[in-house]
């Protein structure tokens, strides 16, 4: 796109909302990119949260109860997450990036974010950042509860096959070998939670796009959701 194309784009919130290992973050990522938009991560703060929550002791590390009320007052007193260079997330000045990636908080995640506190904490720092405008967000619940006002939403889908290769490629990437049966039941047992929690479940509201990508790769959905953008704002490229 060029420039002057991209300055056309308005002050939009693109809200990207679906399942686990859509490839949400990746499309994300790369809208940013081609309009100048800032991305924010909404994913990446429940992981960091739960990162905090189990190595303060909060979670247990096998089968057991969430200690809620230690993990409130903590969130409460304030924890500081934010994002450098490339998006790692960062808490204080330690990256935490990779280490929220991993099986271990994929396996913690879906139960913390369930929390209504927690959802309260991270959403109070995405209408935050959000309200900047330029933004471009993923998650699960930004189309539907956090920017139900949102110009722009899609919602991603893809097999179940596709989604877990697509995770257990980028976990390997990183040196992480995890059996695939893992991979696939962490992604189904988070589906699950996710859409069954009593607060702000993870739902295609109904004015979002729906844009499943199985079969398709990447450079295909950025052409799809330009075609998109430029359609919704009247605004043509070239001419
Ligand atoms: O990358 P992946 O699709 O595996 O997940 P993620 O976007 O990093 O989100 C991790 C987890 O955070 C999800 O499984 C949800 O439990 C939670 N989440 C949420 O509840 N609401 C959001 N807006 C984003 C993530």
Not at 46 to 53: D, G, I, N
Not at 73 to 95: H, M, P, Q, V, Y
Not at 168 to 178: A, F, H, R, V
Request: charged share 30%; hydrophobic share 40%; aromatic share 8%.
């Amino acid at each position: 796109m060029t420039k002057e194309t991209m300055n056309k784009v308005p002050d939009i919130i693109i809200a990207i909302d679906g399942y686990s290992a859509t490839g949400k973050s990746t499309l994300a990522k790369l809208i940013a990119k081609e309009f100048g938009f800032t991305y924010l991560d909404s994913g990446a703060m429940y992981r960091a949260v739960t990162l905090f929550a189990m190595e303060q002791g909060f979670v247990p590390k096998g089968e057991g109860k969430i200690d809620e009320k230690a993990l409130q007052d903590a969130l409460d007193k304030g924890f500081d997450i934010s994002f450098g260079e490339g998006n790692k997330a960062f808490t204080g000045d330690r990256c935490i990036e990779s280490e929220i990636r991993s099986m271990e908080v994929s396996s913690h995640v879906s139960p913390v974010a369930a929390l209504p506190f927690v959802r309260a904490f991270v959403d109070d720092k995405l209408h935050a950042w959000g309200r900047r405008g330029r933004v471009v967000m993923d998650g699960r619940d930004i189309g539907t509860a956090v920017f139900p006002e949102a110009q722009l939403k899609l919602f991603v889908t893809a097999s179940d096959e596709v989604r877990a290769q697509r995770r257990y490629d980028e976990l390997l990437s990183k040196g992480q070998e995890t059996p695939m049966a893992d991979v696939m039941a962490n992604l189904k047992e988070r589906d699950y939670i996710d859409s069954h929690r009593e607060t702000n479940p993870l739902r295609q509201a109904a004015d979002a796009f729906v844009l499943d990508n199985s079969d398709m790769n990447l450079h295909e959905e950025l052409v799809w959701v330009k075609g998109l953008v430029m359609g919704l704002f009247r605004i043509y490229e070239g001419v």
